[in-house]
């Protein structure tokens, strides 16, 4: 998956995540209520532009945290650029052998 196909998931998952809310009858300002954040907010989402905070927000609102779950591990390893080392955290280090 390269960096053009980004704009594409996102567009799909806002449109899944508009699909569900219809389903659930609920409105953009009941749902962004709900998920605490504005009614704009949760319209760039559901177009495909949203920050990862609304995104996780409005998952959980929905009950549908395991989508995130699923994102991170299909995707992330492909949205990473070539070359790039994910940083995981500084590794301790090893215990000191020296002798005092």
Not at 39 to 67: C, F, I, M, Q
Request: charged share 20%; net charge positive.
């Amino acid at each position: 998956m390269g960096q053009e196909a980004i704009p594409a998931l996102a567009r799909q998952l806002g449109h899944d995540l508009r699909t569900l809310r219809l389903s659930r009858n609920l409105t953009q300002s009941v749902l962004a209520l709900q998920a605490g954040v504005s009614v704009r907010s949760l319209k760039n989402l559901e177009h495909g532009s949203a920050t990862l905070r609304t995104l996780v927000r409005v998952a959980h609102a929905l009950g549908r945290d395991e989508w995130l779950a699923t994102a991170a591990v299909k995707f992330a390893p492909a949205l990473t650029p070539p070359g790039v080392r994910v940083y995981t955290g500084r590794q301790r280090a090893g215990p000191c052998n020296r002798r005092r």
